[in-house]
Each structure stands twice: as structure tokens, then as C-alpha cells.
């Protein structure tokens, strides 16, 4: 049977990754900080998935995960597990903003790096980092966020563009969601300012893509289009479009 691991289960996108491949016949490592919650949802899946409830913020806290779990054989691994920061970068509180590059950026790079090793080694295995549409544009009033997500869609595309040039079978990809109906608007303190897409249906894109081969990964007609209009603009614009997006957050969420 195969395995999969997969962070940040408990909620949202995460969670519905849980229940995706429980359907599909994969035995689960839910990992995440909330035991109750993964208690809850073991409870609702046809199989008997393993919990891991911990903090895994951080590289020490990640070289922990991959050592309890590196001998299960995992065959997909779902880097999932992240939040956001918002508001004026002069602002923000730098203590969280440490915590989300720990979490978003430090974790997401070793859980990669170690289980990457391995699936390398046997030539098999799909690994899907969660980054965001954010990873395509600066981000004014989401300053650091923004760079975490860019930096986690970069560094899939290379090491995708390194297994390919190795002839490797293994798999890699960045999901680059838009607004998803999730916990995140309620960590972050903001609310969307489009209509966000379901948390079961950006999943269960993902993973049909992701079994495709598909390096990046980008859910919806909106963020496709708004993608491609990254790409376009110039980067002063592009700057003014994404600032008039996240100052529109704010005047909802003060609402």
C-alpha cells in the first residue's frame, strides 16, 4: 500500500489532502499541531492513518518529523503545513513574521531537501509544496509573506528542472492557489477580496495535476489569468495592482 505524509492536516486544504487520498487507498501520516482535530478527522477516513501531533516549526523541528518518519517508506509527501502575516511590513510584529519564514519557508525547505534525498534514491515518489498565486508578484501589506510563498514556488521549479535534466522519475510541484475558503483569512486577519475557491476542489485539482507531472500548479480561471498578467506588467504596475488588492482586504476586514 502506498503512503503519504501530509502536514498541516487538521484543517483546510490540508485536510481535504487527507481525505483525497484516503479514498484513493493511501495510508496517512497526518501531521499537524492540533491532535483533536486529526483525532476527528482519523475518525471520519476509511483508514487507520498514523497521527503526529507536533510543532514543526523550524529546521529542528522538521529534521524531527523526517526522523520519525523516514522509515515508513513514503511514497508522497504533501509540505502543506504554513500561515501569512498581514499588514504594513514597518508594522508587523518581526517575532511572527520570524515564525512564518520558520514555518513557510525553513520547514517547507528541509521536509524537501530530506525526503527529495530519498525518493531520489529510489527513483519514485511525488512531492507537492504548498505555495500561493502570491509567489508570482511583490506583495505590498503581505511583504514577507509573499517572498516566502516566491521563494517555495523557485526552489520546486529548480529542483524540478534538476530531476528532469537526471532523467529521475520523481515528481515535484508547487500548488499556487488564489483565495481558498480556509483558516488562513482568520490567521492572517484579512478577508479575501474575490470569491475564494473550496478547499476540496483546489485539493482535488492539485492532486490530479500533480499526478500528471505538473510542475506548478495553479487552480481557477481567475489566478491563471492573473498569472499570466504578472508576467506581462511591469513591475511597477504589477506593485500598484497588488497594493490596491491588499489595502481592499483591509477595508473588509475593518468592516
Not at 3 to 31: H, M, N, P, Q
Not at 143 to 154: Q, S
Amino acid at each position: 500500500m502506498k503512503k503519504a505524509l501530509i502536514t498541516g492536516a487538521s484543517s483546510g486544504i490540508g485536510r481535504e489532502f487527507a481525505r483525497i487520498f484516503d479514498s484513493l487507498g493511501f495510508e496517512l501520516i497526518l501531521v499537524a499541531r492540533r491532535e483533536e482535530r486529526l483525532k476527528a478527522l482519523a475518525n471520519c477516513l476509511k483508514g487507520n492513518p498514523r497521527i503526529i501531533a507536533m510543532d514543526i516549526c523550524g529546521a529542528e523541528n522538521a529534521k524531527k518529523l523526517y526522523e520519525l518518519t523516514k522509515d515508513d517508506n513514503i511514497d508522497v509527501l504533501i509540505n502543506n503545513a504554513g500561515f501569512g502575516v498581514w499588514g504594513a511590513f514597518a508594522e508587523t510584529s518581526v517575532d511572527r513574521e520570524i515564525e512564518m519564514l520558520r514555518l513557510d519557508v525553513e520547514t517547507m525547505h528541509v521536509l524537501f531537501k530530506l525526503f527529495l534525498k530519498d525518493f531520489k534514491a529510489k527513483n519514485s515518489g511525488c512531492i507537492l509544496n504548498v505555495a500561493s498565486a502570491a509567489a508570482f508578484a511583490p506583495g505590498p501589506y503581505m511583504a514577507a509573506y509573499y517572498a516566502c510563498k516566491a521563494y517555495v514556488l523557485r526552489l520546486t521549479q529548480a529542483a524540478a528542472f534538476e530531476l528532469k535534466e537526471a532523467e529521475s522519475n520523481v515528481r515535484v510541484s508547487a500548488l499556487c492557489p488564489g483565495p481558498v475558503a480556509t483558516e488562513f483569512n482568520e490567521v492572517a486577519g484579512v478577508n479575501f477580496s474575490v470569491k475564494p475557491l473550496s478547499a476540496k476542489y483546489t485539493a482535488k485539482y492539485a492532486v490530479k495535476q500533480m499526478m500528471k507531472g505538473k510542475t506548478v500548479i495553479v487552480p481557477g480561471t481567475y489566478m491563471k489569468l492573473a498569472g499570466i498578467a504578472s508576467k506581462i506588467l511591469p513591475s511597477s504596475l504589477a506593485l500598484e495592482v497588488t497594493a490596491s488588492i491588499q489595502k481592499n482586504k483591509m477595508k473588509k476586514s475593518e468592516k
